[in-house]
């Protein structure tokens, strides 16, 4: 896996890197997917907006979501793909068993 962490009008700190990369290999590992993960943090107002972008053989997923917690943010998010994941694998899984 190859993880990019980029903040805007965020500190940098290395617990919220650490918090970030644990959460983001726990999901991957969950599905037993590798590829390229890009997470964007950023601040407006006073909410925090994260986004996610998963690029796997040949599929891209995105997820974005905002809150007033940086760390309801990451976990919107982090649903937000596992629901998009869950579908694409039981989307291959009817494919692969209208094609038998």
């Known amino acids: ?17 650490d ?5 983001t290999e ?19 107002e006073k909410n925090y907006i994260a986004e996610i972008y998963f ?5 891209q997923f995105h997820a974005e979501s905002s809150s007033d917690n940086f760390f309801k ?8 793909l596992e629901i998009q994941l869950d579908q694409h694998l039981m989307e291959q899984r009817r494919w692969t068993e209208l094609s038998l």
């Open 1 to 17: 896996m190859e993880l990019t962490i980029n903040y805007r009008q965020i500190h940098r700190s290395r617990s919220l890197d």
């Open 19 to 23: 918090l970030t990369k644990i959460k």
């Open 26 to 44: 726990r999901l991957l590992k969950k599905f037993q997917m590798d590829g390229n993960v890009i997470w964007t943090f950023s601040r407006k």
């Open 55 to 59: 690029k796997s053989q040949g599929n």
């Open 73 to 80: 943010t990451l976990e919107f998010n982090l649903h937000k």
